[in-house]
């Protein structure tokens, strides 16, 4: 069950191509150093403590179990008050704590975490390393509210399922509250953020699970409704359990059905180790695909115009870097305006005039779910210019940057896309664009020579 050479390979082709989501579960030791029991176990033996009968207690260390005989014996309102004090007592005495494990995976490329926990500990490690974290929860009695902003590598965000300290009415702790909790999460009442729910499902996501508990039966229910709606083949994912689990006797049939129906891989390996080795690998990684100086190119170089989502202006960077390199001139917002521009008068007019040669639609399903965004501006813009271009030449060129590769914006269902996700389509953009350039100094020679 080790990692051979070819699932590292692998790992680091996902921070690469694909989206990564951190599963964050319950099993995860605490102390600087990971030497000590979970902050749930020590949270659950705190209140066993405090529960006068325990013949009833199944695991002094089971939270949810624990949780629901402390309802039991306390009893009412009163009971659900004291429990809520409790707890928030606990986490509030370990709100600045994280451990090396937490650091190590800090360090990845991670823009999303889901944490089934309600401790600070994977925020605590982003700030250490210099990110800025965004955090979110989901509250199953309602009032949820949409996630804070646009999750990126330097601010990666942390959606706390099972609720949060900031209102602990949201926490999922006792066996009741987790039969809520799934029924509501399965119906949709209430939802999760939309944005959220789509990168769950997305063909193109895959999963880190670490201390995520799969012999746990509600947690094997929430990921089957998560990855429901995906319908095609499921990418490649990762799953670190403790010792334990492979001792288990459900362990073969879990492992089997995960393995066959969602493409997780269960591995027993030692967690702050894996860590540590995919940070290395990691960071040689980056160091060996970090770009050469970019060619200087000739004046009468193609300029090519990204239109994008803002959500995409790292994967936007890295194509932008690429297409340089093959001789194209390219423009996008981020590079080549300054503060103080008139951006709608500049942009405009940049599209509207020949100072830009083609016009790229960089789609992705960010770009999909937006309503209204600058770009549309951008896109009717070039749809205009477009009118006084005869057809056997370029201008617009959609083309997939991310997402199943299906569906087209309706504006340009007309066209056909490239997808740039296969290396042999972005050579063909590239070929297609130096063709055409060809092409129109051609017809210039041509007419200048009748």
Known sequence: MAFSEKDWRKLLKIFEQR?????????????????????????????????????SICNQDDLPNVAQNYLAKQGGISGSFDLQVEVEDFYKAHRTETTALHLSLANLPFKYCISTTADAAMEN????????????????????????????VDKPLIYHLYGAIADSRSLVLAETDLLDFLANIICGNPKLPPALGHILADSNTSFLFIGFGFQQ????????????????ARPWSVALENTRFFDEPVYPSVAWFYGDKHAIEFKNCDWNGFA???????????????????????????????????????????????????????????????????????????????????????????????????????????????????????????????????????????????????????????????????????????????
Not at 26 to 49: E, F, H, M, V, Y
Not at 392 to 409: D, H, R, W
Request: hydrophobic fraction near 40%; aromatic fraction near 8%; charge should be neutral.
């Open 125 to 152: 490690a982003f700030r250490a390393v210099g990110k800025q974290p965004l955090s979110a929860f989901y509250h199953f009695k309602g009032g949820n509210q949409g996630l804070p902003g646009n999750a990126q």
């Open 276 to 450: 540590a080795e995919l940070n290395r690998r990691y960071r040689q990684h980056v160091a060996e695909q970090a770009p050469t100086p970019e060619p200087e190119l000739p004046a009468d170089a193609p300029v090519v115009f990204l239109c994008h989502c803002s959500e995409d202006s790292e994967a936007v960077g890295l194509l932008g870097q690429k297409l340089r390199g093959k001789g194209l001139n390219t423009w996008r917002d981020r590079d080549n305006l300054r503060g103080g521009d008139n951006w709608d008068n500049k942009i405009k007019h940049l599209i509207e005039s020949r100072a830009v040669h083609y016009f790229l639609v960089l789609q992705t399903p960010a770009m999909l779910a937006r309503c209204e965004s600058y770009f549309v501006t951008e896109i009717k813009t070039a749809l205009e210019r477009q009118k006084s271009v005869w057809d056997e030449y370029l201008f617009i060129v959609p083309a997939y940057l991310a997402g199943n590769g299906q569906a087209k914006l309706d504006a340009l269902k007309h066209l056909d896309y490239l997808d740039l996700r296969q290396d042999q389509d972005l050579d063909r953009l590239v070929q297609n664009i130096q063709d055409d350039q060809r092409e129109r100094l051609a017809r210039k020679e041509w007419a200048h020579a009748g």
């Open 217 to 232: 039966w509600y947690l094997r229910v929430l990921l089957h409704v998560f990855r429901a709606k995906q319908q095609s």
């Open 19 to 55: 989206e990564c989501v951190l599963m964050l579960g319950s099993d995860i030791p605490s102390g600087a150093d990971n030497s000590q029991p979970p902050l749930s176990t020590l949270l659950a033996r705190q209140l066993a403590c405090q529960i006068s009968d325990q013949a």
